[in-house]
Structures are given as C-alpha cells and as structure tokens.
C-alpha cells in the first residue's frame, strides 16, 4: 500500500521536475524528450539538496520557481483545459485564465508541502516507445530510494523545436485525470464560475494555514 509520505514524495519529485528545470528557451536541452526528462530529474535532486527554503515547503520560493521555470516547459493551458473537460470551450476568456492561475496555484500549494519529503531519491529512464517523427510522446520514468520503485510518467508534445510536459502520471494515475472528475462535478453544481471560486476558497485556506 502506498503510504501518504510515499505518495506525497512522488508528487513532489514530479513536481521539482517542473519547477527547477532550466527554460529550453534560456538554455540548450537534448532534443530527444527521454534524455531532456533525465537531465531535468537529475537537476531536481541536486536543487532539493542544496535548497533548504525548498526542503521546508516555502510556497512563495516554490510559487517563484513555478513562474521562472515552469511556464516555459509546461503547456499549462493544456493541462487545465483537458483537465476541465468540454466546458473548457463553454468558458470565457476571462474564465479561462482564472482557471489557469487558480489551478496552478492549487497544484503548487500542494507540492510545497510535499517537496521535504526529497531525500536521495534516483530516476531510472525507461525504453522510449517512440518514433523520430513523433510529436506527442509518453515518457516512462522509475523513481528509486528507500522501498520499491515508484511508477513516474510524463505526456509530452513537441511545439517547434522543444517539448513541453503536459500531463504527469504517479503510479498509473493520471494528473489530469484525478482532477477531472472533482472539477466536472463542481462545474455541474456551480458552473465555471463555481469552479473558480471553489479553487480560489481552497488556496485562501492553504494560503491562511502556511502563515
């Protein structure tokens, strides 16, 4: 069974993949997606070690990190709209990008608390299922430290000349997935703005209890 610390240390490690990767815009990464992901994770353990605001969850670095390096390798649009399903087309522009910032600060709220759990953590590749030619690929990852590999996966689409993640997968669960059904249901109470002020309402409440 998976404990919360073990769930909780995958979130995060997928997270800090996010988070601490360097822009492909501001600094050269292997073409080949596979190869980019391992450079990443192996970035992200040296950052965890080294940074001790991160290891104690200080949203604001973690916040600060999200908007210096995730955006530019995370098609976060993707991600929310597939996340809210057919009434992401039902939504204003202006709905839009609420969902956007609430989703993304939900998301890091969540990791912040989770990323201490970072030890020694190793990420081990596996065989790339994949042509040359492709632009949408899956990356499968094993995350090793203390007990059993962890499954840690990531669905990347190439835009131009560089990938970007658009969905992570923690033990054959799917990010975007997991999110999906809360969001459908509260669309179906609510609507969009009901939504959106139910993401606002939970990141007040985290906001309020880590200060």
């Known amino acids: 069974m998976l404990t919360k ?8 490690t997928a997270a800090l993949v996010l988070a601490t990767s360097v822009a492909q815009a501001q600094s050269p ?8 992901i391992k450079q990443m994770s192996g970035e992200v353990i040296e950052t965890v070690k080294a940074d001790k605001a991160i290891q104690g969850g200080d949203t604001k670095k ?12 995370v098609d976060f649009q993707r991600m929310t709209s597939a996340t809210v399903g057919r009434h992401w087309r039902q939504a204003t522009p202006e ?37 040359p030619e ?3 690929v899956t990356v499968r990852t094993e995350v090793k430290g203390k007990g059993d590999p962890i499954q840690l996966d990531y669905r990347l ?22 999110y999906r059904a809360s969001f459908a249901q509260e669309i179906s109470a609510s609507g969009i703005d009901g939504l959106i002020a139910k993401l606002a309402e939970k990141n007040k ?4 209890a880590k200060s």
Request: proline residues 4%.
């Open 62 to 73: 973690v916040m600060a990190l999200v908007d210096a390096k995730i955006l530019p390798n």
């Open 29 to 36: 990464a292997p073409t080949a997606p596979d190869a980019w």
């Open 205 to 208: 409440a985290a906001a309020a």
């Open 95 to 131: 709905q839009q990008k609420r969902l956007q910032e609430e989703f993304k600060t939900l998301l890091v709220r969540t990791y912040a608390g989770a990323l201490s759990q970072i030890k020694d953590q190793t990420v081990e590749l596996k065989p790339l299922r994949a042509k």
């Open 157 to 178: 689409a190439k835009q131009g000349d560089v990938w970007k993640i658009h969905d992570v997968n923690v033990l054959g669960v799917w990010l975007v997935e997991t």
């Open 5 to 12: 610390s073990r769930w909780s240390t995958l979130i995060a």
């Open 134 to 136: 492709d632009t949408e």
